[in-house]
């Protein structure tokens, strides 16, 4: 039923739909979509600052292309929710970011809308002329469309695709959402370029005319003056603006248009589709549009959280620090002690926590963009010279830098220290994001140092070996709060491959990899009170290099259960059980890690469960294991 509040979004069932409103309807279907992502957001978290920008140019882009035949691949995603809404799944959308519900991002399985799945950036423009290509070969026809933001044009593979198009002269379209912020707000030369055609927008208005003008010409004097036209076409737009590079690359760039006038979209969409070859669309939009928080504050309202309407008093947690807030105070404390340690990121200050490091030492940080290979190139060539380079991203992150990783940093042995936020679950952001190959893919490197702090001493001292050691390093820890100190654990003091233990009174050995060891010891409380056993828990504290003292412990134990937040295939409990096999160990192994798949989006509580990582699963799973002992 329609209401005054959904007079036109009710209406919307499927995306022809759109087609059927004018302009006026448009515009208050924009606003009705904004209250309508609000109020989701609100009780689910999410990405909103994006989301609220990009109404009007998803409403034009509905009005103009066929959706059921042409392709629009959204960079990143985190702007698809208006597009999610109004194709055919407005009435799933209270689900979005649930476990069980739609994905915050495009995925590929979830709807015949989504032409290409997404979460990390830049990738938009190769996966658009990859389709092109096939589109051409098989002799169909349809329109392509990537939507790409100004930030993520700071990525380098956005700049292989669009060399890439620059020598395909089929029909595709590049449409740069430019709201002058990626996350953060954008940095370089990217930016400063978008802002000089901002301020020169003379050039198209006046090519088009004069483009115009000729071809009212009779057509045998049309053909020649045009032929003349593009011969100082070059001098013509050079005088304009120093260079369009768009140009340069063979696209036909149109733009800037107002990312908000409805009107002005459409009819510039409806112009491109009549236009051949590769086109470039230039939309001004306002990140966090129609909501005023999210104007004066777009990267705080970028992502959040649900809004809690009471803080529950039973949560020991509740004030609790969280791990990207300590490790930023903490290396913002070293780095007052020593001035040559300098701090890296990929447009991530406020994610990493770096922000707080940039206000305090701003000639010491560096924010690259959405370029983490060229971080740790960058954070190499620093190390080369005597600095110590902090590079902080999320796990998922790294994995765009992992061959930098091994042939700048480690092969050459210089001393990075990573700082890698959101390892394991992230939760809501789903399998895009969750942290849970690092592991996997570090393991192999060799020379590297790679820790897991379980608690805030823990964190400390690897912070200290991080910088101290002269080598490659790697710290990793989760989204999470970070809770009480382990109490009862020897020794205190970490040292390269050093672990520490709690001491059992069995042949049962569990160790855990960073928090997880708070979850060892749940387990081990759990046999202590229902099998009369109190096994040896184990806080590994590093993953690599696995110490001989840690070997030569578990090898005459019975029974060792490994507990990881990450993929068992390459994981710790694997490289444990390896050394285990090659030191003689005959007992039984039980890993406790995830399984070979992709795991969903939802709270961290419920993937933890879901994967059976809490204590009452990997209890009941390793009974046969607590039998065995008391036999």
């Known amino acids: 039923m329609k209401t005054k509040e959904n007079q036109f979004l009710s209406g919307i069932n499927c995306p022809g739909d759109v087609k059927k409103l ?166 370089g030369m990217i930016s400063e370029y978008l802002n000089k055609l901002v301020t020169a927008p003379v050039y198209n208005r006046m090519r088009d005319d004069v483009w115009e003008l000729l071809g009212l010409l009779p057509s045998f004097l049309s053909k020649r003056a045009r032929d003349v036209a593009r011969r100082v076409e070059e001098g013509f737009k050079n005088l304009l603006i120093p260079t369009i590079l768009f140009e340069e690359l063979g696209f036909r760039y149109i733009g800037p248009v107002n990312g908000h006038d409805i009107k002005s979209l459409i009819d510039v969409f409806k112009g491109v589709k009549r236009l051949k070859g590769p086109k470039v669309v230039h939309v001004l939009t306002q990140k966090g549009r129609g909501y005023d928080k999210a104007e004066n504050d777009p990267e705080v309202f970028h992502g959040i959280g649900p809004v809690k309407k009471s803080c529950d008093e039973t949560d020991p947690h509740k004030n609790a620090v969280s791990w990207t807030d300590e490790v930023s105070d903490l290396l913002i404390e070293r ?145 999470d709060k970070m809770r009480d100190g382990l109490e009862g654990f020897s020794p205190e003091k970490v040292e390269i491959g050093k672990p520490s233990f709690l001491e059992g009174d069995c042949s049962l050995a569990i160790v855990g990899v960073g928090t997880c060891v708070y979850t060892a010891v749940e387990v081990r409380e759990m046999m202590s009170a229902n099998d009369g056993l109190t096994p040896w828990v184990v806080n590994a504290r590093f993953i690599k290099p696995v110490s001989g003292e840690l070997v030569d412990f578990l090898k005459d134990k019975k029974a060792v259960i490994c507990i990881e937040e990450g993929s068992k295939i390459n994981g710790f409990g694997a490289f444990l059980s390896l050394s285990l096999a090659e030191s003689g160990f005959s007992g039984k192994f039980y890993s406790a890690g995830v399984e070979d798949s992709f795991q969903p989006h939802g709270s961290r509580d419920v993937l933890i469960r879901r994967a059976g990582l809490d204590a009452r699963s990997i209890y009941e799973r390793t009974a046969d294991l607590a039998a065995g002992i008391k036999s």
């Open 335 to 479: 780095a007052e002690k020593d001035p040559s340690i300098v701090a890296i990121t990929a447009a991530m200050p406020l994610g990493t926590g770096l922000d707080k490091f940039c206000r305090q030492f701003p000639e010491r940080f560096f924010d690259v963009g959405i370029a983490e290979a060229h971080a740790s190139v960058f954070a190499a060539g620093m190390a080369a010279k005597g600095l110590k380079p902090a590079i902080a991203l999320y796990s998922s992150f790294l994995q765009r830098a992992f061959d930098p990783v091994i042939h700048d940093i480690a092969l050459q042995g210089l001393p990075v220290s990573f700082f890698i936020d959101r390892a394991g679950f992230v939760g809501e952001d789903g399998p895009t994001h969750h942290g849970l190959f690092d592991i996997g893919f570090l393991l192999s490197v060799p020379g590297i140092v790679f820790m897991s702090p379980a608690d805030g001493n823990d964190l400390k001292q690897m912070m200290d070996v991080s910088f101290e050691c002269g080598k490659p390093t790697v710290l990793r820890y989760p989204r």
């Open 22 to 187: 004018s302009n006026d309807e448009l515009a208050v279907l924009a606003d009705e979509l904004r209250k309508f992502i609000i109020d989701v957001v609100a009780k689910n978290g999410g990405h909103l600052a994006s989301n609220l920008g990009a109404i009007e140019l998803t409403l034009a882009m509905l009005s103009v292309f066929d959706v059921t035949r042409d392709k629009i691949i959204w960079d990143v995603g985190h702007q698809c929710y208006a597009y999610k809404i109004l194709t055919e799944r407005k009435h799933l959308f209270h689900t979005i970011r649930q476990f069980g519900g739609i994905s915050g991002f495009p995925k590929i399985s979830e709807s015949p809308y989504d032409a290409y799945g997404t979460g990390h950036a830049s990738t938009s423009i190769s996966s658009a002329v990859g389709m092109a290509v096939a589109r051409d070969a098989l002799s169909q026809k349809h329109e392509v469309i990537a939507v790409i933001g100004d930030g993520a044009l700071t990525g380098g593979l956005a700049w292989e695709g669009l060399n890439h198009a620059s020598s395909f002269r089929g029909d595709i379209t590049i449409v740069i959402n430019d709201n002058g912020m990626s996350i953060s707000e954008n940095v």
